[in-house]
């Protein structure tokens, strides 16, 4: 059994910064592409940023330049920095990761974290 576990969301004030981190744990031989998400009300998911296994990085447009995504594979981890946030960045963040176990490849996603930016 695959789990990915997020953590980091929070309230912040316009321009701040949070770190989202997610943990990839369970039967895993290896994770390919890792990446997170995010959610807003009444609005459909969309991709923020991409991590490869061999670190090439892809961005939303309107993250580019404010968020940097990384990853540690020897911890099975990624993270999200977030800096300069702005009111339209509150969602909830979800992790995803295509993740070999002995048996399968799939995607996985992990629970959500809420980022909320408000003063």
């Known amino acids: 059994q695959v789990q990915l576990v997020e953590s980091g969301g929070g309230l912040v004030q316009p321009g701040g910064s949070l770190r989202l981190s997610c943990a990839a744990s369970g039967s895993i031989s290896s994770i390919d592409t890792m990446g997170w998400y995010r959610q807003a009300p009444g609005k459909q998911r969309e991709l923020v940023a991409t991590?490869?296994?061999?670190?090439?990085?892809h961005y939303e447009d309107s993250v580019k330049g404010r968020f940097t995504i990384s990853r540690d594979n020897a911890k099975n981890m990624v993270f999200l920095q977030m800096n300069g946030l702005k009111p339209e960045d509150t969602a909830v963040y979800y992790c995803?990761?295509?993740?070999?176990?002995?048996?399968?490849?799939?995607?996985?996603w992990g629970q959500g974290t809420q980022v909320t930016v408000s003063s």
């Open positions: 991590i490869t296994s061999g670190r090439s990085t």
């Open positions: 995803t990761a295509n993740i070999r176990t002995r048996s399968i490849v799939g995607g996985y």
